[in-house]
């Protein structure tokens, strides 16, 4: 079974970091490329960041660039994202996601975890 | 990277059909044929429901279908059943980013 597990999240003042984690099993984690969205409480969901499977290849939404960095290990089977100068706005459940048999996260994004709520404020 | 136009709400009768739209830009939607569509339950992960435009995932009935023309695409829901009501989002590539709408509430009257 497909298992995508986030872990990390938690409350941080403005300007704070954090690194979130998601572990991954019942699949080639290595073989795989993986995203991280987000959802803003009550809000639509929102891509943040790409990685390739080799990690060679790295993508990023103009409103985490320069902040945030994902990376993943695939000796772990785990994706991470670091996150700095945390700002409210950054308040959201962030979600690891993957193309799974899609392949290409061009087509989309089949596997989901549950998500791990990270808020911003003092 | 401003996010695709989807109606707020759309509601229908069980056994009705119902049509989401998703309007982007010819550097989204227009520009390639990866535009996904995501189904999300109070609380729940999204969940994939159509993929390359018009592809449906195992498992997904073929209730659900999804075209393109032009920079806007559809996501068609036959056959309304009460455990359709959800949040619907569509998502598209846009050459080394992704972009996902608003988001729309479907509500089976």
């Known amino acids: 079974e497909v298992q995508l597990v986030e872990s990390g999240g938690g409350l941080v003042q403005p300007g704070g970091s954090l690194r979130l984690s998601c572990a991954a099993s019942?699949?080639?984690?290595?073989?795989?490329?993986m995203n991280w969205v987000r959802q803003a409480p009550g809000k639509g969901l929102e891509w943040v960041s790409y990685?390739?499977?080799?990690?060679?290849?790295?993508y990023y939404a103009d409103s985490v660039k320069g902040r945030f960095t994902i990376s993943r290990d695939n000796a772990k089977n785990s994706l991470y994202l670091q996150m700095n100068s945390l700002r409210a706005e950054d308040t959201a459940v962030y979600y690891c996601?993957?193309?799974?048999?899609?392949?290409?996260?061009?087509?989309?994004?089949?596997?989901w975890g549950q998500g791990t709520l990270v808020t911003v404020s003092s | 990277q401003s996010a695709l136009t989807q109606p707020r709400s759309v509601s229908g009768s069980p056994g009705q059909s119902v049509t989401i739209s998703c309007t982007g830009t010819?550097?989204?939607?227009?520009?390639?044929?990866?535009v996904s569509w995501y189904q999300q339950h109070p609380g729940k992960a999204p969940k994939l429901m159509i993929y390359?435009?018009?592809k449906r995932p195992s498992g997904v009935p073929d209730r659900f279908s999804g075209s393109k023309s032009g920079n806007t695409a559809s996501l068609t829901i036959s056959g309304l059943q009460a455990e359709d009501e959800a949040d619907y989002y569509c998502?598209?590539?846009?050459?080394?980013?992704?972009?996902f709408g608003g988001g729309t509430k479907l509500t089976v009257l």
């Open positions: 996601a993957s193309p799974g048999g899609l392949y290409s996260s061009k087509s989309g994004f089949d596997y």
């Open positions: 019942g699949f080639t984690f290595s073989s795989y490329e």
């Open positions: 990685i390739s499977s080799s990690g060679s290849t790295i």
């Open positions: 010819s550097s989204d939607v227009g520009g390639y044929n990866y």
């Open positions: 390359d435009v018009s």
């Open positions: 998502c598209s590539y846009a050459g080394i980013y992704w972009v």
